[in-house]
């Protein structure tokens, strides 16, 4: 079973190499991303991946027509939330098993792969029959029995960096996944907690860069819940996949106005295209495609 950083750990699989983590500079490091295939789709291949949708899934008109629309402008696969980790109890949870329905029916239209939190160990069985890949949230990134329990299943498991994790912590967190079996683990930076209040999360570029030296796995980034507002998206997102990133995971709603959750930071469908139209200049300068993709086995 390959590990997940190279040779040159030192304590676990995972305590990596340079200055920033632990470090034995004698050994040899092992950075070269392992693809990992997304139903259709692919992440840590030479083209870019664009996971697009709605925070949460509220209904089916509103599910089927952003999928329609980010299909068409460029995305290789569909997010939506049916479990909201929602930080008031008050607040919208999610459609729960209903948006799974709705995510199965938006994938048969759209061909696109679903991914999906799943936050719930008792859950995992049920969307992983349904999903392409199981998002773990950055709230859920140290609860070890839901990484045990999805690292028991073989789907992919998107996972993001906890509010005030280190890098060393998210390795970590992906090694509990990895023991169980289950190698296809998407590394994702959605921002992290820091003393600046002008952006909801601090978008750690370094990140990118870092966890792409030290380590196989595909990296992606959320530039939306980093951000907090729609207008700081774009150049996030330009910046991560500047740095190295392999793909981007990107909230967009047809009317974020009146989204359940996180409207301030969703795209509408315009601002969702000129994304696309402004990244493929960067992919190119940094040797990377936004292309339409297949996996090759
Ligand atoms: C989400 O993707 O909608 C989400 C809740 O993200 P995070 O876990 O990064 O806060
Ligand atoms: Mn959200």
Redesign the pocket.
Same mark, same amino acid.
């Given at each position: 079973m390959q590990k997940i950083v190279g040779a040159r750990s030192r304590v676990t699989s995972f305590t990596a190499t340079s200055a920033a983590l632990e470090c034995d500079e004698s050994l040899q490091l092992s950075s070269i991303t392992k693809p990992i295939a997304m139903g259709e789709a692919v992440v840590g291949g030479t083209a870019l991946t664009i996971i697009a949708g709605p925070?949460s899934v509220e209904g089916r008109g509103m599910l089927n027509d952003t999928a329609s629309a980010v299909r068409r402008m460029g995305a290789h696969a569909l997010?939506g =939330?049916a479990y *909201?980790?929602r930080t008031s109890p008050h607040s919208f949870q999610g459609m729960g098993d209903a948006a799974l329905d709705l995510l199965a029916e938006a994938r048969a239209e759209s061909g696109l792969p679903i991914v999906s939190?799943v936050m719930d160990p008792r859950h995992v069985e049920r969307m992983a029959s349904v999903v392409d890949v199981l998002?773990i =949230?950055?709230?859920s990134m140290q609860n070890y029995a839901l990484l045990a329990e999805v690292g028991r299943t073989r789907v992919p498991v998107l996972l *993001?960096r906890g509010l005030s994790a280190t890098i060393q912590e998210l390795l970590h967190a992906a090694e509990h996944i990895r023991v169980q079996g289950n190698e296809a683990i998407i590394l994702c930076e959605?921002g992290i907690r820091t003393f600046e209040p002008s952006t909801r999360n601090t978008l750690d570029v370094s990140a990118v860069a870092v966890l792409k030296a030290e380590t196989h796995l595909p990296v992606i980034v959320?530039p939306s819940?980093a951000a907090g507002n729609a207008s700081l998206v774009t150049p996030l997102a330009l910046a991560a996949i500047a740095a190295g990133a392999d793909g981007l995971?990107i909230?967009v709603h047809p009317t974020p106005a009146s989204a359940m959750?996180?409207g301030e930071q969703s795209l509408d469908f315009a601002m969702f295209g000129d994304l696309m139209r402004r990244l493929g200049p960067i992919a190119n300068a940094v040797g990377r495609t936004l292309a339409a993709q297949r996996m090759v086995a």
């Amino acid at each position: 079973m390959q590990k997940i950083v190279g040779a040159r750990s030192r304590v676990t699989s995972f305590t990596a190499t340079s200055a920033a983590l632990e470090c034995d500079e004698s050994l040899q490091l092992s950075s070269i991303t392992k693809p990992i295939a997304m139903g259709e789709a692919v992440v840590g291949g030479t083209a870019l991946t664009i996971i697009a949708g709605p925070c949460s899934v509220e209904g089916r008109g509103m599910l089927n027509d952003t999928a329609s629309a980010v299909r068409r402008m460029g995305a290789h696969a569909l997010r939506g =939330g049916a479990y *909201k980790p929602r930080t008031s109890p008050h607040s919208f949870q999610g459609m729960g098993d209903a948006a799974l329905d709705l995510l199965a029916e938006a994938r048969a239209e759209s061909g696109l792969p679903i991914v999906s939190e799943v936050m719930d160990p008792r859950h995992v069985e049920r969307m992983a029959s349904v999903v392409d890949v199981l998002q773990i =949230g950055a709230r859920s990134m140290q609860n070890y029995a839901l990484l045990a329990e999805v690292g028991r299943t073989r789907v992919p498991v998107l996972l *993001k960096r906890g509010l005030s994790a280190t890098i060393q912590e998210l390795l970590h967190a992906a090694e509990h996944i990895r023991v169980q079996g289950n190698e296809a683990i998407i590394l994702c930076e959605r921002g992290i907690r820091t003393f600046e209040p002008s952006t909801r999360n601090t978008l750690d570029v370094s990140a990118v860069a870092v966890l792409k030296a030290e380590t196989h796995l595909p990296v992606i980034v959320d530039p939306s819940h980093a951000a907090g507002n729609a207008s700081l998206v774009t150049p996030l997102a330009l910046a991560a996949i500047a740095a190295g990133a392999d793909g981007l995971l990107i909230e967009v709603h047809p009317t974020p106005a009146s989204a359940m959750s996180d409207g301030e930071q969703s795209l509408d469908f315009a601002m969702f295209g000129d994304l696309m139209r402004r990244l493929g200049p960067i992919a190119n300068a940094v040797g990377r495609t936004l292309a339409a993709q297949r996996m090759v086995a």
